[in-house]
């Protein structure tokens, strides 16, 4: 059971840090369902 598990998520990246494309592929492995990823970049 994973706390992630049946869950949706919106993964928001950062360029200098963990991009969008690892945490929604954490998140899938965690069984949730990832609706948007995207790196972005905060200044």
């Known amino acids: ?3 992630l598990n049946g869950k949706t998520v919106i993964a ?3 360029r200098d ?3 969008g494309p690892a945490i929604q ?3 899938e492995s965690a069984g949730a369902n ?3 990823s995207s ?3 905060f200044v």
């Open 1 to 3: 059971m994973s706390i």
């Open 12 to 14: 928001i990246g950062d």
């Open 17 to 19: 840090g963990i991009p």
């Open 25 to 27: 592929a954490c998140a």
């Open 34 to 36: 990832v609706i948007f």
């Open 39 to 41: 790196t972005e970049c």
